[in-house]
């Protein structure tokens, strides 16, 4: 199996900056691809970020300019750099990859996989 944990959340002015990590760790035998969604109160959970292997990167609208995604694929780690932050970025942020594992025994198998969240608060 496959953990995804990440840190790096809190409480913040906006303006401010916050940068959120996402460690992964378990069989993995290649990370296809990572990203990184939120979900506020009352509203669906939406893309803010992704990087797939070769390094191209896809963002929200709402976020270009502000937000860069990053990885280290010797770590398994992704992160994501937030600047300039607004009241309307409060929300859970989730780290999302999908990755291949290796299963004693069996083929390997790719999998989407989700971090349990962490709250990321801007205050005006």
């Known amino acids: 199996q496959v953990q995804l944990v990440e840190s790096g959340g809190g409480l913040v002015q906006a303006g401010g900056s916050l940068r959120l990590s996402c460690a992964a760790s378990g069989r993995i035998l290649r990370i296809n691809g990572m990203g990184w969604y939120r979900q506020a109160p009352g509203k669906q959970r939406e893309l803010v970020a992704s990087i797939i292997s070769g390094g191209k990167m896809n963002y929200a609208d709402s976020v270009k300019g502000r937000f860069t995604i990053s990885r280290d694929d010797a770590k398994n780690l992704v992160e994501l750099q937030m600047n300039s932050l607004k009241p309307e970025d409060t929300a859970v942020y989730y780290c999302?990859?999908?990755?291949?594992?290796?299963?004693?025994?069996?083929?390997?198998?790719?999998?989407?996989?989700w971090g349990q969240g962490t709250q990321v608060t801007v205050s005006a």
């Open positions: 999302n990859g999908e990755i291949t594992t290796s299963q004693p025994g069996m083929s390997a198998m790719t999998a989407n996989y």
